[in-house]
């Protein structure tokens, strides 16, 4: 793409207070370790070597730590929302930017795991911050990678002049529906990010971005109230699980 004389302007996160260290999961739970490694893992064939370099990592640590080189991780408070990391994460980046909320003219929320089932965090964080009744609040969610593609849109909005400033916005809170007698439980921390997206001197700003799809590892890590099921079936409490193993572990997750 073309260079855009936009770029983030102020850059705001929350974490948790609690820290959950590693010692956290039981004795059984790392004894099991060997057991859990059911087969071998595939490294994914990549053409770009730094990703190929990654993957070799993350699947070297799965082969030989049970927690994969992660040693402590922030949870969210059981009286707080996701939307409210989310807010208290925008009033940094909001502070950082030198604007005002009356500043903002588009929302764009991702969140891993919103306040409520069916619904986005947009208008939470919209009336949270106590932002304009004609700025737009929408969610892109692309997951882990929800930044690029929200980055994508305002800029494209900043640069054709619609839009003065976009609130970015990420959030997870795993710690609400992981099994943490589960492998998986032990790669995820609770908190949230955001960046004001704005116009910037004609030499700076957005030279970028590079992304690819492919849609077969959809199912690789899902949320589901079990292990094959769909999120809508069943009444147990909903958890991260992997809808199709194989492209998980290829992914590197230890699921």
Not at 34 to 63: C, F, H, M, N, Q
Not at 81 to 110: F, G, Q, Y
Not at 164 to 188: G, M, T
Request: charged share 25%; hydrophobic share 40%.
């Amino acid at each position: 793409m073309a260079h855009l004389p936009v770029g983030i302007l102020g850059i705001g996160t929350y974490l948790p207070k609690e820290v959950r260290n590693n010692d956290f999961w039981d004795d059984s739970f790392t004894a099991t370790f060997e057991e859990r490694k059911r087969g071998d893992i595939t490294i994914p064939e990549l053409t770009d070597p730094v990703a190929s370099d990654i993957a070799k990592e993350v699947i070297g640590k799965y082969e030989s730590d049970p927690f994969r080189g992660s040693v402590e991780r922030r949870v969210l408070d059981a009286d707080l929302s996701p939307s409210w990391m989310e807010i208290e994460a925008a009033r940094v980046a909001i502070d950082r930017a030198n604007i005002k909320p009356s500043d903002i003219d588009l929302v764009i929320t991702a969140s891993m795991v919103p306040d409520v089932l069916g619904s986005n965090n947009a208008a939470l964080v919209h009336h949270g911050l106590g932002l304009r009744r004609d700025v737009a609040s929408v969610a892109i969610d692309n997951h882990c990678s929800s930044l690029l593609p929200s980055l994508n849109f305002a800029a494209q909005l900043v640069a054709g002049g619609s839009v003065k400033c976009a609130l970015l916005v990420q959030s997870v809170a795993f710690s609400r529906i992981l099994d943490y007698q589960k492998p998986l439980s032990v790669n995820f921390g609770d908190g949230a990010s955001a960046a004001i997206v704005g116009r910037v001197d004609a030499c700076r700003g957005v030279l970028g971005w590079s992304s690819f799809t492919d849609g077969s590892y959809h199912r690789a890590a899902a949320i589901a109230p079990k292990l094959g099921g769909e999120w809508y079936q069943g009444t147990s409490r909903r958890v991260v699980a992997a809808l199709d193993f194989e492209k998980g572990r290829t992914l590197g997750l230890k699921l």
